[in-house]
């Protein structure tokens, strides 16, 4: 895994408008739902896709409102696996919102 430039991220943030870079190594959204239950299903849909690609975010559940940050340790910054991740992420809460 490579880390990505600051171009690069860039962007990247340019196609997904709704991450945003925190501590300049964070990809960082969050996400929020109807009702408690709804988030922690979509926690667990992320956890297991996270699980396959054994790559883990920092996930935080606040009531109807979740949190995902993600990173790459070992490239100590940002990499393609962290924006493909994020996609899929949203496409697993644009399913919810149906």
């Known amino acids: 895994m490579e880390r990505l430039t ?3 991220i860039e962007a990247l943030l ?26 922690v299903e979509f926690v667990q849909r992320i956890a297991r896709l996270s699980e396959d ?12 409102l979740v949190k995902v940050k993600i ?7 940002l990499t393609k696996l962290d924006f493909q991740l994020a996609e899929k992420y949203d496409g697993i809460y ?3 919102k149906m």
Do not use: C, M, V
């Open 94 to 96: 644009n399913e919810h």
């Open 53 to 64: 690609a054994n790559h883990h975010p920092f996930i935080s559940i606040d009531y109807k």
């Open 14 to 39: 340019n196609e997904h408008k709704d991450w945003k870079l925190t501590e300049e190594k964070w990809l960082e959204r969050k996400y929020r739902f109807t009702d408690y239950l709804t988030g």
């Open 6 to 8: 600051g171009q690069e």
């Open 71 to 77: 990173t790459s340790w070992r490239a100590r910054g």
